[in-house]
């Protein structure tokens, strides 16, 4: 019913700079939190950074100070600006919405996963 298509993923390198989207396919939705997650090989999926309907935002300690996450309302589009990327930051990168079925239920959509490789 919903598709959130992720864009902005690829190879840099350590240092280097990347900037993930993220919209959602429909209008006139009501979007509760958006987020990022990221899942490396062998390792369990992990909350990379969350962006509240208020702006509120919640980091993980490995990417505090280098990674931003925003938000456009209008456009439903959330963004993950991420600077200063290390090797271990290489994972796949899913992008997350809590979407408003009505007044009362929410549904958790989750992107298709988009490639972020760190490597010099």
């Known amino acids: 019913q919903v598709q959130l298509l992720e864009s902005g993923g690829g190879l840099v390198q350590p240092g280097g700079s990347l900037r993930l989207s993220c919209a959602a396919s429909r209008r006139f939705l009501r979007i509760n939190t958006m987020g990022w997650y990221r899942q490396a090989p062998g390792k369990e999926r992990e909350l990379v950074a969350t962006?509240?309907?208020?702006?509120?935002?919640n980091y993980a300690d490995s990417v505090k100070g280098r990674f931003t996450i925003s938000r456009d309302n209008a456009k439903n589009t959330v963004f993950l600006q991420m600077n200063s990327l290390k090797s271990e930051d290489t994972a796949v990168y899913y992008c997350?919405?809590?979407?408003?079925?009505?007044?009362?239920?929410?549904?958790?959509?989750w992107g298709q996963g988009t490639q972020v490789t760190v490597s010099s």
């Open positions: 997350n919405a809590v979407i408003m079925r009505d007044s009362f239920r929410a549904d958790n959509w």
């Open positions: 962006i509240g309907s208020g702006d509120t935002t």
